[in-house]
């Protein structure tokens, strides 16, 4: 078996890919949840004391569009290293196992209506489709989108 080699880590890249998927492991939390309940309901109970002010209204708006934008990014490029981890040990399998297609191995690359195309071929020619594609033995009837 052929060895990938020595991993490399390290620079800019890898410091913020740990940060980004440490962001998203504290943001995913129930706990993050919780403390952004309070915070609103503090922000709420401040609203009087600042007269419901436009600074009042002003402060609130902008830290959360700032969290919001940031938070689109850590997420994206967490969604995106675990997209292209998964393609790469699905990859792996599909060279591991001596009959499977290995045609697949790239059809992340292409667009949506090939990849549906190529979807149907793989279900009519599955030998043992799950229940759910099948009524009575007989493959389900395709009904059209209202």
Same mark, same amino acid.
């Given at each position: 078996?052929?060895?990938?080699?020595?991993?490399?880590?390290? %620079?800019?890249?890898?410091?913020?890919?740990? $940060? !980004? /998927?440490? #962001?998203?492991e504290i943001?995913?939390?129930?706990?993050? @949840?919780?403390?952004?309940?309070?915070?609103?309901?503090?922000?709420?109970?401040?609203?009087?004391?600042? %007269?419901?002010?436009?600074?009042?209204?002003? $402060? !609130? /708006?902008? #830290?959360?569009?700032?969290?919001?934008?940031?938070?689109? @990014?850590?997420?994206?490029?967490?969604?995106?290293?675990?997209?292209?981890?998964?393609?790469?040990?699905?990859d792996e399998?599909?060279?591991?196992?001596?009959? !499977?297609?290995?045609v697949f191995?790239?059809?992340?690359?292409?667009?949506?209506?090939?990849?549906?195309?190529?979807?149907?071929?793989?279900?009519?020619?599955?030998?043992?489709?799950?229940?759910?594609?099948?009524?009575?033995?007989?493959?389900?009837?395709?009904?059209?989108?209202?």
């Amino acid at each position: 078996m052929r060895q990938l080699g020595r991993k490399r880590t390290g %620079g800019l890249t890898h410091v913020f890919s740990r $940060a !980004a /998927n440490r #962001v998203s492991e504290i943001a995913g939390s129930h706990w993050t @949840f919780l403390v952004a309940i309070v915070l609103i309901i503090l922000w709420i109970v401040t609203g009087p004391l600042f %007269g419901f002010s436009d600074t009042w209204q002003l $402060a !609130a /708006n902008t #830290v959360t569009t700032l969290i919001t934008t940031l938070m689109v @990014f850590i997420i994206q490029n967490t969604q995106n290293r675990d997209a292209k981890a998964m393609h790469l040990k699905l990859d792996e399998l599909l060279r591991a196992v001596p009959h !499977a297609r290995k045609v697949f191995m790239d059809v992340e690359e292409e667009d949506l209506t090939e990849i549906a195309r190529e979807k149907e071929i793989v279900d009519q020619a599955d030998p043992y489709p799950p229940k759910d594609k099948t009524e009575n033995g007989e493959p389900k009837q395709k009904t059209s989108p209202r």
